[in-house]
T-cell receptor, first 116, second 117 residues
Framework: AQKITQTQPGMFVQEKEAVTLDCTYD???????LFWYKQPSSGEMIFLIY??????QNATEGRYSLNFQKARKSANLVISASQLGDSAMYFC?????????????FGQGTRLTINP | EAGVVQSPRYKIIEKKQPVAFWCNPI?????LYWYLQNLGQGPELLIR????????DSQLPKDRFSAERLKGVDSTLKIQPAELGDSAVYLC???????????????FGPGTRLTVL
């Protein structure tokens, strides 16, 4: 079963508009964490934002915010005032405990293209 | 502060040949990860080290893949012999022990893109 689902293979947005990237997850562990990473064409994964399952408030980091809806098991990334440099692959990931070890499980990603 | 360093960045080999990838984590990071990223997919964990000990290698295909982290710093991932299906990007990541944040952030290197012909 897919642990992390990103249903948008690609998104095209005009510069300066806000964009929401969808992520749903599946876990029975009451304690988990959700991450968003950005992967530009250079290849490295860049950490953007984190949300813990017990966090009361939605996480925010500059232009990034996470719309965490625990009952719906969704953790959508919102990028406000998009910029050309935001064009990249975006991955949602969940930290889960498996046999005492914590590991990150990634979704398939969404390719975001910002148009001038 | 230097990031995670990987080399080579690109490697092209013929099938059945051996290949090795090298990773130097961020100084002071005791946890090191190797991930496999197939085209159009998210990364998948191959192996995780805590210092020099491989604590999770359940996803590492041990018939052809091997890894080591001597002295708990640099790490090498080897494939012998390589197969066509091994063409992918191999990412290395590291994270510090006892992170001051409530989460264990992983810092990734740029990856090695392997092409097997």
């Amino acid at each position: 079963a897919q642990k992390i689902t990103q249903t948008q293979p690609g998104m095209f947005v005009q510069e300066k508009e806000a964009v929401t990237l969808d992520c749903t997850y599946d876990t029975s562990d009451p304690s988990y964490g959700l991450f968003w990473y950005k992967q530009p064409s250079s290849g490295e994964m860049i950490f953007l934002i984190y949300q813990g399952s017990y966090d009361q408030q939605n996480a925010t980091e500059g232009r990034y915010s996470l719309n965490f809806q625990k009952a719906r098991k969704s953790a959508n990334l919102v990028i406000s005032a998009s910029q050309l440099g935001d064009s990249a692959m975006y991955f949602c990931a969940m930290r889960e405990s498996i046999q005492g070890a914590q590991k990150l499980v990634f979704g398939q990603g969404t390719r975001l293209t910002i148009n001038p | 502060e230097a990031g995670v360093v990987q080399s080579p960045r690109y490697k092209i080999i013929e099938k059945k040949q051996p290949v090795a990838f090298w990773c130097n984590p961020i100084s002071g990071h005791n946890t090191l990860y190797w991930y496999l990223q197939n085209l159009g997919q998210g990364p998948e964990l191959l192996i995780r080290y805590e210092n020099e000990e491989a604590v999770d290698d359940s996803q590492l295909p041990k018939d052809r893949f091997s890894a080591e982290r001597l002295k708990g710093v640099d790490s090498t991932l080897k494939i012998q012999p390589a197969e066509l299906g091994d063409s992918a990007v191999y990412l290395c990541a590291s994270s510090p022990a006892g992170a001051p944040k409530p989460y264990n952030e992983q810092f990734f290197g740029p990856g090695t893109r392997l092409t097997v012909l």
